[in-house]
């Protein structure tokens, strides 16, 4: 059995399914961080959610040569953004309607409070997108290794950082956002080269069996230094 037929099995996993998912759902969390900072509309919030988390994600199945691209594929992931924006929002209002007049979700409301006061709006942002990095990340390559994207040292790299950065890119173009942070110094796409590329060479020159541990590696090393470069302030070279 060849690599790519091999892999289109572990694409059509149901594990895989789930990472993507896990991604898809990161990436509309950021929008919808950004959308209650900045007082988007519900239609606002869902368009921030979207091009995340699936824009980036759109493309590189255009590029692949993927019919139907995945979204149409496969509607579970709007479906998961539709829902996560709209229980986002149910949640909100509740907390919104509770404050100072429900006893009962006192407890909830003060927590909730706390927590905003602690934790800032870019704060929430940079760690819902830095698990949607590394989900996307992941998945990138594996749609190079199965839809043959040779050779796969460039477009395991290419995937995952276009899956992973390219829709957080648009949100922030639809936002006018002239910072675009991914743009201007953030070291967000760069982590995703960099472990595109390793997971891709671990794909071609190690043994199969050690895939499922590279997979792993990445789900957490990934986070792990998104965030540990958003707490050192790190910034990739400049132009």
Not at 25 to 49: K, N, P, Q
Not at 225 to 236: I, K, V
Request: aromatic share 12%.
């Amino acid at each position: 059995m060849g690599a790519s037929a091999s892999f289109g099995e572990l694409v059509n996993a149901p594990w895989f399914l789930f990472l993507d998912l896990m991604g898809t759902v990161a990436f509309a969390l950021s929008g919808i961080t950004i959308a209650r900072a900045e007082r988007y509309s519900i239609f606002g919030a869902l368009m921030l959610a979207w091009l995340p988390a699936l824009g980036g994600g759109l493309v590189m199945d255009l590029i692949a040569g993927r019919n139907p691209p995945g979204i149409l594929e496969q509607p579970a992931y709007m479906q998961a953004i539709i829902l996560t924006v709209l229980a986002a929002r149910a949640v909100l209002w509740l907390i919104d309607l509770a404050r100072g007049r429900w006893l009962f979700f006192f407890d909830i409301v003060r927590w909730y409070l706390h927590a905003t006061r602690r934790l800032k709006p870019s704060t929430l942002l940079v760690l819902f997108d830095a698990v949607g990095l590394a989900s996307f990340t992941v998945t990138g390559v594996f749609t190079a290794v199965q839809f043959n994207c040779h050779p796969l040292e460039l477009w395991g790299p290419t995937f995952a950082m276009m899956n992973a950065s390219l829709g957080a890119i648009l949100r922030d173009v639809v936002r006018a956002d002239a910072h675009n942070p991914i743009l201007k110094g953030s070291l967000y796409a760069e982590i995703a080269v960099t472990a595109g590329l390793a997971l891709s060479l671990l794909v071609l020159h190690a043994p199969g069996w050690t895939v499922g541990y590279g997979v792993a590696a990445v789900m957490v090393a990934v986070p792990a230094a998104r965030l540990w470069c958003y707490s050192r302030d790190l910034r990739a070279p400049m132009f």
